[in-house]
């Protein structure tokens, strides 16, 4: 059984504050033509973290969202199901990819080649949290809001089972 912590790990303060410099430390690398996120879980993270940029070019850097799911037991690393690709033109663009959490890293890892296959020109990779001590597979991302401890978060777009996603700040689900 688990329950949702007392305390924020991250406050809505801390979340505003970092989500504004993350997006300055963006922009200074360099224009993106298109941001993809993960759902379900980035969609609060992408919709801050948008109006946060200053416009990627004359037209706004393009924003769309796909579907990318772990299946399986966890001895099958490298289970995706993806859902949402198939129609996207990503021919010579720079994308920005942009999930919630890199825990094991198997998501983000299976994701970079599918959308350089697609023909995407530079792929980013972008992460709200980051739990270093849980990963498996050899990746980074190249933006990073927080690094936490191995600790189940939820929050901010983060679920337990599809509960807790519109809570404002990031909190922990602790056994009990
Ligand atoms: P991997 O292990 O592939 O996982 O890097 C990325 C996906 O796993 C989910 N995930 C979490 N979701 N709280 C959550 O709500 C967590 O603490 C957590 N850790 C991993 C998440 O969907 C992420 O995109």
């Known amino acids: 059984m688990y329950k949702l912590s007392s305390k924020p790990l991250i ?4 979340l505003s504050e970092r989500v504004n410099s993350l997006a300055a430390e ?18 609060i993270f992408v919709s801050d973290l948008v109006r946060a940029m200053p416009k990627a070019n004359e037209k706004g850097m393009r924003v769309k969202f796909f579907k990318a799911s772990s299946y399986g037991d966890s001895t099958e690393h490298g289970s995706l ?18 999930d919630d959490i ?3 890293g198997n998501t983000l890892y ?3 080649p599918m959308l350089k296959e697609r023909g995407a ?6 992460v709200l949290l980051d739990k ?16 936490i401890e191995n600790k189940f978060v ?20 602790e056994e009990v």
């Open 110 to 112: 299976r994701l970079v």
């Open 26 to 43: 963006i922009a200074a690398a360099g224009e993106f033509d298109i941001l993809l996120g993960i759902l379900t879980g980035s969609f």
């Open 102 to 104: 890199l825990d094991t």
């Open 154 to 173: 939820v929050g901010y777009g983060l679920d337990y089972a599809d509960d807790y996603r519109t809570l404002p700040e990031i909190m922990t689900m």
């Open 132 to 147: 270093p001590s849980r990963r498996e597979a050899p990746i980074e991302a190249d933006f990073v809001g927080f690094k």
């Open 11 to 14: 406050s809505k303060a801390e």
């Open 121 to 126: 020109a530079v792929v980013k990779t972008c």
């Open 81 to 98: 199901k993806v859902s949402g690709l198939e129609n996207l033109e990503l021919a010579g663009l720079r994308v920005l990819l942009v």
